[in-house]
């Protein structure tokens, strides 16, 4: 009986090589347009998508605005001003940031004519963190900067003044995060623009007022670690009360410490306790006086009025000796240096080829991996329809390897390309993109319901579609290539941890050396088997089994899916996962009616299109707004954070820290064998392990800037630490063993 009446090879590979150009589309198309957002929302800096006027982060909105009552002209009044207004306990900082933090920065492109001024700045907060005290914003703020308008200026052609602005600030809770980017504001020459007139008049009013009648003095001696501050001729409002002292400069004073102030008459007074790191002794100190509101709290509300003054300073203090680091702590560190900057600046070629070999063998062992599955099953029995034809299966095995080769090349170089344009990126960043996971989940959608004879390519396109793979055989088994490599590109930590992270380091050429080292080595099984005959004897003969075989691989695709829609469950809440769900639904059900006929398939593919529009609109935002992070799920794990972990350890505690991620599957596996092992969590309570969880499944600066300090450029990642020993940087296929074993160095 002939083969084609169990199963048509011909139509099969037609809709393979047609669903695979859709996701060669995927990997060169969406995948740059994720990439060029994230060249302007750096990892570590943020930016929107082009110069706007507003740019918004998962911390802040800062947006660029003008004052300009009378229009933009020359001797006509302007002030510019950048809102920041920040997420719930977030905050940004003062011109002297306190005892850590650093001060908003702006520079200014602006057309010839016009001179930008410094910040005026409002007076701060008072924020308390532990036994630090900062001085900075919480909720909205606006930094004005007044504009001087000069004769020269001149308005474009289109009566508009075009003004840019590039701003950086650091925006902190616990976490630190830098973060900036660029502004654009276009503003019309002759017509008032007052829509900011209110903020500026609120941010002006709580920039500290000159008293240039007022007389300041600051007497210090050598021998004592405090100083007398006198101010006289301050207003009659603030006669008699506690006033709020923010210094201008850092490092001066001891920020957190409590002043004891008082009043003679009209005189008031102060000793201020100076900082164990100040330096040389200035002739003259600048510093703010703040008046409190009415509840007196600064540290939530900044003073309700607040004056600039200078006070000359009398006699001189002892400059502070640097601390010196004694012997044994200094080894500790230098070992600690080491271990954390396991990559020379010159890799050796010795060093390269061990990175290389590791690639291959990586490469070679991703084959195993139920996430490559579905996609070399596929191939797999694409080999066994080309029956005897020799030639037919070397081609196609050379078209599988480039595809897989090239994919793997493309990525690296995307991945190297945004890293040095400032994204604090690792492997595996694009699963960190909610609009990437819809889009696989999707994609595997179409390919599982293709494959269970859902739809018929040739059914829904024109025949000219569906028969490319007539024309083009090499097509298909080069997208199979690029299919393949999509889904794979997760499951690649396990085995290429330590190269990968070491191939970021490289030059560019050595690097993506690496990835084609690494595409190699997944690509070479099959190349063999097209090139060797005796191995395809293992594989059995067409017939009918391959109709049974092709809807059973609906399955794993669909499994595929679940694992996505869970995974974007982790990034962006129940809400997002029940989102894309609904739309993979019309998905199918638009796939469907596409397959019907007539009058019946117009009326209810406009009805599908209409509900799935609907949905967008109403919960297409709830699919990439993210979500805080869950709680651990087991009260034994801390959420990872630099400070939580410097904590820690200055408190003499040795920590483990699981930097995972939900679309890693090695993590996943790891998280529920190994380190939900009861033996393995009373190892770690024995040893009074503090246990730290560092979720990448979203961008993380913090997570991907320690990643790389252990020299490491994806998870899953293992690390213990103790106080003044070397970290130790366990494999990603852990095991109870290799716990035990180094919770035994301890």
Not at 95 to 122: E, F, V, Y
Not at 303 to 318: E, Y
Not at 527 to 546: D, I, K, Q, T
Request: charged content about 10%.
């Amino acid at each position: 009986m002939p083969t084609r009446r169990f199963f048509s090879f011909r139509r099969f590979h037609a809709q393979a090589l047609t669903l695979g150009v859709v996701a060669w589309l995927f990997c060169a198309v969406l995948l740059p347009m994720v990439a060029h957002a994230q060249l302007r929302l750096n990892l570590g800096s943020a930016a929107a998508a082009g110069p706007a006027d507003t740019i918004t982060t998962p911390h802040v909105q800062a947006q660029l605005v003008a004052l300009a009552p009378e229009g933009v002209a020359a001797g006509k009044p302007l002030t510019l001003g950048l809102r920041i207004q920040h997420q719930p306990d977030w905050h940004t900082y003062w011109q002297n940031p306190g005892d850590s933090g650093l001060p908003t920065q702006l520079s200014w492109t602006l057309p010839a004519g016009m001179q930008a001024g410094d910040i005026d700045w409002p007076v701060p907060q008072q924020i308390r963190v532990g036994d630090m005290l900062n001085y900075g914003y919480e909720g909205t703020v606006l930094l004005p900067v007044p504009v001087t308008v000069g004769s020269a200026f001149q308005p474009g052609t289109d009566h508009s003044t075009e003004l840019r602005l590039h701003a950086s600030w650091l925006v902190c809770r616990v976490e630190c995060i830098p973060e900036e980017g660029e502004f654009l504001l276009r503003l019309p020459s002759d017509v008032s623009d007052t829509q900011w007139a209110t903020e500026f008049a609120q941010a002006l009013a709580q920039v500290p007022q000159a008293l240039p009648e007022a007389q300041a003095s600051l007497s210090a001696q050598p021998d004592s670690d405090r100083v007398q501050l006198r101010v006289q001729g301050l207003p009659a409002l603030a006669q008699g009360q506690t006033l709020a002292f923010y210094p201008q400069t850092a490092d001066t004073f001891q920020h957190a410490a409590p002043i004891a102030q008082r009043w003679d008459g009209n005189v008031w007074s102060a000793e201020l306790p100076l900082s164990t790191m100040r330096g040389d002794t200035p002739a003259m100190l600048d510093f703010v006086l703040g008046l409190p509101g009415a509840t007196g709290d600064v540290a939530h509300a900044p003073p309700s009025q607040a004056w600039q003054l200078t006070a000359a300073v009398q006699g001189q203090w002892k400059a502070a000796e640097l601390a010196q680091v004694s012997p044994a702590l200094a080894a500790a560190l230098a070992a600690n240096q080491a271990a954390a900057q396991p990559i020379s600046d010159v890799p050796s070629a010795s060093s390269w080829a061990m990175a290389l070999v590791g690639g291959l063998l990586g490469g070679l062992l991703l084959n195993l991996m139920p996430c490559v599955f579905p996609v070399l099953a596929i191939k797999l029995m694409g080999f066994a329809r080309h029956g005897g034809d020799q030639r037919a299966q070397r081609h196609g095995g050379l078209a599988y390897a480039a595809g897989v080769i090239l994919s793997f090349v493309a990525l690296g170089a995307l991945l190297l390309a945004l890293r040095a344009a400032g994204e604090q990126l690792g492997w595996g960043f694009q699963l960190q993109s909610p609009l990437v996971v819809a889009a696989l989940a999707a994609l595997f959608t179409l390919i599982g319901l293709n494959l269970a004879g859902v739809f018929e390519l040739g059914n829904i396109v024109p025949d000219r579609v569906a028969n490319l793979h007539a024309r083009h055989p090499l097509g298909d088994a080069f997208v199979s290539g690029v299919v393949a490599v999509a889904i794979a590109s997760p499951c690649t930590a396990p085995f290429m941890g330590a190269s990968l992270g070491f191939a970021v380091g490289m030059p560019a050429v050595q690097a993506l050396a690496v990835f084609a080292a690494l595409g190699i080595g997944m690509a070479l099984p099959y190349v063999l088997m097209s090139f060797v005959p005796a191995l395809l004897r293992w594989l059995p003969r067409p017939g009918a089994w391959m109709n049974t075989f092709r809807r059973a691989m609906a399955f794993p695709m669909f499994a595929t899916v679940v694992w996505l829609v869970w995974v974007l469950g982790q990034q962006s809440g129940i809400d997002g996962a029940a989102a894309l769900l609904a739309l993979l639904l019309c998905l199918a059900a638009l796939v469907w009616v596409l397959t019907l006929q007539g009058r019946t398939r117009v009326l209810l593919g406009v009805l599908v299109l209409a509900f799935s529009a609907w949905l967008v609109q109403g919960m297409g935002r709830s699919i990439t707004e993210p979500v805080a992070q869950a709680s651990q799920s087991s009260s034994s794990w801390q959420a990872w954070s630099p400070a939580a972990q410097e904590q820690l350890l200055a408190q003499g505690r040795p920590v483990f820290v699981d930097y995972t991620a939900a679309w890693c599957v090695t993590c996943q596996y790891n998280k529920r064998t190994t380190l939900s092992d009861a033996k393995v969590l009373a190892d770690f309570a024995a040893h009074g392990v503090a246990l730290l969880r560092a979720d990448w499944t979203r961008r993380e600066p913090t997570i991907t800037a320690a990643l790389a300090a252990l020299g490491r450029n994806g998870v899953p990642v293992y690390v213990l630490l103790a106080p003044g020993k070397a970290p130790i940087v366990m494999t990603e296929l852990l095991t109870r063993q290799e716990v035990h074993d180094a919770l035994a160095t301890l």
